[in-house]
């Protein structure tokens, strides 16, 4: 089974960046799609990018323009780059396989805050 750990949130000033990675476990990780998704408080959790085995990409509407999903397969770590962050990203941020089902396992996350 994959299991996978979130890493590189913080606290961050509106219009600065951030770099979450992701390590996985799992000998077929390079086949898997990937995905971020995050939860800010009282909301539900949200897909934000995701990345196939093959590297292409797609972006929720709210981080076109600011944010890269990409991965390592030879490190089996998917890492989100995130630019020009707003104080609306604030969010837990999650890494799991996409698409995701009501058997999901979620991780812990990390907690980026954006605020000045």
């Known amino acids: 089974q994959v299991q996978v750990v979130e890493s590189g949130g913080g606290l961050v000033q509106p219009g600065g960046s951030l770099r979450l990675s992701c390590a996985a476990s799992?000998?077929?990780?390079?086949?898997?799609?990937m995905g971020w998704y995050r939860q800010a408080p009282g909301k539900q959790r949200e897909l934000v990018a995701t990345?196939?085995?093959?590297?292409?990409?797609t972006y929720a509407d709210s981080a076109k323009g600011r944010f890269t999903i990409s991965r390592d397969n030879a490190k089996n770590t998917v890492y989100l780059q995130m630019n020009s962050l707003k104080p609306e990203d604030t969010a837990v941020y999650y890494c799991?396989?996409?698409?995701?089902?009501?058997?999901?396992?979620w991780g812990q996350g990390t907690q980026v805050t954006v605020s000045s």
């Open positions: 799992g000998s077929i990780f390079s086949l898997y799609a």
């Open positions: 799991n396989r996409f698409p995701t089902t009501m058997r999901t396992v």
């Open positions: 990345i196939t085995s093959g590297g292409i990409t």
